[in-house]
């Protein structure tokens, strides 16, 4: 609707995770290079948290999208589910889903699969994301996968995406020996006010900006206050402070369209009136 009257070539501020608009904050590009790190260290266990909106899913498609020929990964998006048909789901990304569908015939066809891929010079590595909504039992299943290993090296790489309820779950008596094999974890951290800033320009200009700002320095300021630098927050707050200047026939955002935004999004920071001066 307004891409035209702010010369934009498509829309900026989607909410649908794109890694063609990825912006390497501070903590993005620290969990991004942990994750290789912890890949080429031969570590079969690792966590990433952080909550709603902050990145996880397309912190996830990033480190996909770089990995080398050498690696096979198995990708589960929502792993909500019972733990036979997580393992099965599991075995049908690595190719080997055919056969008895118990628990323990699936393990063992997905400990000769990843033998047959470890022989052909492949590494493996199963990204769970919103891992917080695995039933406790499906949680348990993961440390059956955690041990499909050689004498010398681990057959599978396991990374698990969640919001800080995971961190809750794994705190369980029941999950300590789980809990104990993760070597690695990272909290994604939100934008600060530079790198709110410096996001909302780096998606103007991949969606074709070239121009003068569209946002003022007190919308940016408002922007970060009301999102509190959660990316989502500020792609919703964004596009409709975009719609209302649109609507008022101004080409650029002042902070008093992304207050009416936030008056009108859930989950948005709203100024109270009262000033600890």
């Given at each position: ?10 829309a900026?501020?989607?909410i ?60 589960l ?15 049908d ?20 699969r990843l033998?047959?891929l470890?022989?052909?010079g ?23 996968l ?12 396991i ?31 939100k ?8 996001y909302?320009e780096q ?12 946002f ?19 792609n ?41 001066w």
């Open positions: 609707m307004y891409l035209a009257h702010f010369g934009l070539t498509q900026p501020f989607g649908t995770p794109d890694t063609e608009f990825i912006y390497p904050s501070t903590s993005h590009q620290e969990g991004l290079n942990l994750l290789h790190f912890a890949l080429a260290s031969g570590e079969g266990f690792i966590k990433i948290v952080g909550e709603v909106g902050t990145g996880k899913t397309v912190l996830c498609r990033n480190f996909l999208s770089e990995l080398g020929p050498e690696w096979r990964a198995a990708y998006p929502n792993p909500q589910m019972e733990p036979r048909a997580f393992l099965r789901e599991v075995a990304d690595l190719g080997t889903a055919d056969g008895e569908p118990e628990a323990a015939h699936v393990v063992k066809r997905l400990n000769r033998l047959d470890a022989r052909a492949k590494k493996v590595v199963l990204c769970i994301d919103e891992a917080q909504t695995m039933p406790r039992l499906t949680l348990e299943s993961l440390r059956l955690s041990n499909l290993e050689t004498e010398k090296r681990k057959l599978l790489h990374i698990l995406f969640g919001q800080p309820e995971l961190d809750e779950m794994l705190e369980a008596h029941s999950v300590r020996q789980l809990r104990q094999r993760i070597v690695f974890h990272h909290y994604l951290r934008l600060d006010v530079d790198e709110t800033g410096n909302v998606r103007l200009r991949i969606a074709g900006h070239s121009g003068e700002p569209i003022s320095k007190a919308a940016m300021k408002a922007l970060h206050r009301h999102s509190a630098g959660t990316p989502r927050l500020v919703i707050l964004a596009h409709k402070a975009l719609l209302a200047s649109f609507g008022e026939g101004r080409r650029l955002v002042d902070a008093r369209h992304i207050k009416a935004a936030a008056k009108d999004t859930e989950g948005a920071t709203r100024d109270t009136g009262w000033w600890p």
